[in-house]
């Protein structure tokens, strides 16, 4: 028995439309003009040909992943399994390749669960645009051979305790045992930066973080209050907390007051949830993110007020929430 195995993710076959041959206008009689056509012939033909226009005007449905993107996959799975040999297995599922310290069947089951379940929920949700490059992701069934893997991207030690993700090399890295919420918190940057890669911190790291406690469905994921909710509360009850439109303006995110920011920023976004504004939102915010001062002018607009009404209101909002373990 091999100790990787290459799995191929099912691909919904593309398909064409095939327009439809023009109707025939009635044969003339040689050498004159012939017959004008009744009124019912004429409205059949023109029917017909504009059937035929809009069957040729249609977009070609694309198959995805394209066949060079999974082969891209399953040279990545060789590489892996060349490098690791017996030490771990290796499934496909283009565009992801999963690698990990245990039994294919149990890697096979994180990987649908908290890697394409999740993807899936965000490509309907969210974004238009799918990778075109391999995503690879290091799963650890405990904490030592997690941070001996992660000693190659912090020779010094120090790595995050439950995982992380390098865009530079597309790969997820975790210790899968602590929970798949920070699988699903990478693999949300993994995957936007496609969709929308210029899009700022507050909002990258707000989004995904409301993805490390959720519940996925086919068509979204809807987040669920975590353990960043008290320190937020905390500092709400405090008055310590940033102003709103600092948090969205400017761009200091990992700076002094990450960890207050990381919870600000996901407990936003979960206010747009619960206004059912966070679709609309990330869809405009897309296109209008440009130019100083437009995550402010994204807000307004969809919240249809001034962030100075919106705070408040989010504020008191977040202060009704609670989080038990």
């Known amino acids: 028995m091999k100790h990787w195995i290459l799995c191929a993710a099912v691909v919904v076959a593309a398909c064409s439309t095939k327009p439809d041959a023009p109707a025939k206008a009635p044969a003339r009689p040689a050498g004159g003009v012939g017959p004008a056509a009744s009124g019912d012939s004429a409205a059949a033909i023109q029917k017909a040909v504009a059937v035929s226009a809009a069957a040729k005007a249609a977009p070609a449905v694309v ?45 096979d089951s994180h990987a649908r669960a908290s890697i394409l379940g999740p993807a899936r929920a965000m490509w309907s949700a969210y974004f238009d645009k799918k990778p075109d490059k391999a995503i690879t992701a290091f799963l650890f069934a405990g904490e030592k051979n997690y941070k001996l893997h992660a000693r190659q991207d912090y020779p010094s030690g120090g790595s995050p305790y439950y995982g992380y993700y390098t865009p530079a090399r597309q790969t997820m890295v975790m ?24 899009l700022p911190t507050w909002f990258n790291e707000g989004l995904a973080s409301l993805h490390e406690q959720c519940q996925i469905e086919k068509d979204g994921i809807t987040g669920l209050t975590n353990w960043r909710l008290p320190a937020l509360q905390a500092a709400i009850k405090a008055r310590k907390l940033r102003p709103l439109a600092e948090l969205v303006t400017k761009r200091d995110f ?68 609670k989080f038990g373990r």
């Open 254 to 321: 990992y700076g002094p007051l990450q960890g207050l920011n990381y919870a600000q920023g996901r407990y936003f976004v979960m206010y747009m949830q619960h206004k059912g504004l966070l679709v609309k939102f990330y869809r405009y915010f897309r296109e209008h993110a440009s130019g100083d001062g437009a995550d402010i002018r994204a807000i307004e607009h969809v919240f249809g007020q001034k962030i100075s009404d919106i705070e408040p209101a989010f504020l008191a909002w977040t202060m009704t929430l």
């Open 175 to 198: 210790n899968i045992n602590t929970g798949g919420g920070t699988l699903v918190h990478e693999l949300t940057h993994a995957l936007i930066v496609y969709d929308f890669p210029n």
């Open 63 to 107: 198959k995805y992943p394209s066949a060079a993107l999974t082969e891209l996959c399953h040279k990545r799975a060789a590489d892996i399994a060349r490098r690791y040999g017996k030490k771990l297995n290796v499934v496909v599922h283009p565009p992801f390749v999963v690698a990990g310290d245990m039994s294919a069947a149990r890697l």
